[in-house]
């Protein structure tokens, strides 16, 4: 049975200030989206999306992987870099041996919807990482060296291909506990094209935050966030992975986010 209650999130903790006072603001008043933020609202949900389709693909590689009692490596030497192929999505997983040079510990392959198929599992595989996935992986890397609080949690990576060929590094806590949901960190990550150099860097939410999936409502404070009057992926992606609706409050503007979608509403 689907959830009901509503996440609302609304004014300035992932400024990095949970403790900070309630400003007083004017009402939220609801206004039409413009031409240009439907076009921005395209993209984020975009992102969004596929942001939650590289977190599946990571959780059901995992699942494959513990079936065969293949373990997985501690966050910091390896991690899940997926790819498409025509034949379906390949997670694959990156190991670093002691020299701290990755390879490639494991091959899922997850066939395309609809094929009935289980997930095909090569330990090992006879092949180098291409130019691509190396990349990838250095990017992920360079995201994970600069990142100053993940709350010592088990954490989420994923990888998408940015603006003038760099990679976007999304890290995220993941859930370890039942009818638990971790909301910060979320952070962001541009990182050059080869994935040695970081460019920027962008915080959703610093800080170590979750909430009970019983909780009714939950207020954290995002109004302060660098990027002004729309929601993030993130918030796409914490709508498609909970069945919460989220209430986000950005620049005077209350916005729902549920489902991957987003759209404008009033007080």
């Not at 209650?5 to 039409?32: E, K």
């Not at 293949?70 to 192929?85: F, H, K, N, R, S």
């Not at 997670?91 to 997930?119: C, I, M, Q, Y």
């Amino acid at each position: 049975m689907r959830v009901q209650s509503t996440l609302v999130i609304a004014l300035a903790a992932f400024a990095g200030c949970a403790s900070a006072p309630r400003p007083t603001n004017a009402p939220l008043v609801p206004r039409a989206a413009s031409t240009a933020d439907m076009s921005a609202i395209a993209r984020i949900e975009a992102d969004g999306r596929a942001i939650y389709r590289q977190d599946q693909a990571a959780q059901r590689a995992r699942d494959a992987l513990a079936a065969q009692g293949i373990a997985m490596p501690l966050p910091d030497v390896g991690g899940w870099i997926v790819t498409e192929l025509p034949q379906g999505t390949r997670a694959s997983l990156f190991v670093e041996d002691a020299d701290a040079v990755a390879h490639v510990e494991a091959d899922v392959l997850l066939p395309l919807p609809g094929k009935g198929l289980p997930p095909q599992v090569t330990s090992r595989p006879a092949r180098a990482p291409d130019a691509t996935e190396v990349a990838m992986y250095r990017a992920r890397q360079t995201a994970l060296a600069n990142a100053d609080e993940l709350c010592g949690a088990a954490f989420g990576t994923v990888i998408l291909a940015g603006a003038d060929q760099r990679w976007q590094v999304y890290l995220y806590p993941e859930s370890n506990r039942s009818k638990v949901i971790p909301l910060g960190p979320l952070l962001r990550f541009d990182v050059s094209a080869d994935g040695t150099r970081l460019e920027s860097s962008e915080a959703f939410s610093k800080q170590c935050i979750s909430m009970a999936d019983s909780d009714a409502e939950l207020y954290v404070r995002l109004e302060d966030r660098p990027q002004g009057d729309l929601p993030v992926p993130m918030d796409v992606f914490l709508s498609l992975t909970h069945p919460k609706p989220i209430m986000v409050s950005t620049g005077g503007q209350l916005w729902l986010v549920e489902n991957g979608r987003i759209k404008p509403k009033g007080p």
